[in-house]
């Protein structure tokens, strides 16, 4: 199974959700696109415990943290949905993307697009900010209108519940896990964290 770490926007915390599931599941984990530095894929590794995840190369690696078609174009580089192909794995998959559903990638495609072609689900990272209802309910519909599987969304921050509450009773989507703030994220909270989303992925939190 190929899952798809999405997000409302830009460092809502699609990493740390990544290398929780990545535990959870004792899945491989790749980042097809990475802008800027630190490498995600180092994170996440540095944070999964398991022996078994195997971490794949990126497609692309740009330099600029920038949406990927700015830091491309910025070394000369055009990205394709061509130039993805799924690694071959015996284990469940965690593909992480870049910034939210809408980021583009060239001058005509987007995640959106890169989701479809890769994913079998998307779990949608959400932090429960001023106006995250709207950045939530919108991502949902959008991938919805493309047919894609969302398998729930996880919460990340400080709880909001009104927020929260619209947001599953309008979309329809479960709660896969609320990630409190935490000071200190290492593999011991990341493990705890991926105990408790092995418990919720059939059920809402």
Not at 50 to 55: E, L, P, Q
Not at 87 to 105: F, K, Q, S, Y
Request: hydrophobic residues 40%.
């Amino acid at each position: 199974m190929n899952y798809f770490i999405t997000g409302i926007g830009t460092d809502v915390g699609k990493t740390v959700v990544s290398a929780i599931l990545v535990e959870a599941l004792g899945a491989d984990y790749w980042k097809p696109v990475q802008c800027g530095l630190p490498r995600d894929t180092e994170v996440v590794a540095g944070l999964v415990s398991n022996k078994n995840s195997v971490f794949h190369q990126e497609r692309h690696l740009l330099k600029e943290p920038a949406s990927p078609h700015q830091a491309a174009s910025l070394q000369g580089v055009e990205i394709s949905l061509n130039d993805f192909m799924v690694p071959g794995t015996n284990h469940d998959l965690v593909i992480e993307g870049a910034g939210g559903i809408m980021v583009p990638l060239n001058q005509e495609e987007f995640m959106l697009d890169l989701i479809e072609k890769l994913a079998d689900k998307v779990v949608l990272v959400s932090s429960l900010y001023l106006g995250s209802i709207n950045h939530s309910l919108l991502s949902i519909e959008v991938l919805k209108a493309r047919g894609i599987d969302i398998s729930g969304i996880i919460f990340n921050g400080p709880s909001n519940p009104h927020s929260q509450r619209i947001i599953q009773s309008y979309s329809g989507s479960k709660c896969l896990l609320h990630l409190e703030p935490a000071n200190n994220i290492d593999s011991q909270i990341i493990k705890k964290w991926a105990q408790a989303l092995k418990k919720n992925l059939e059920l809402n939190c």
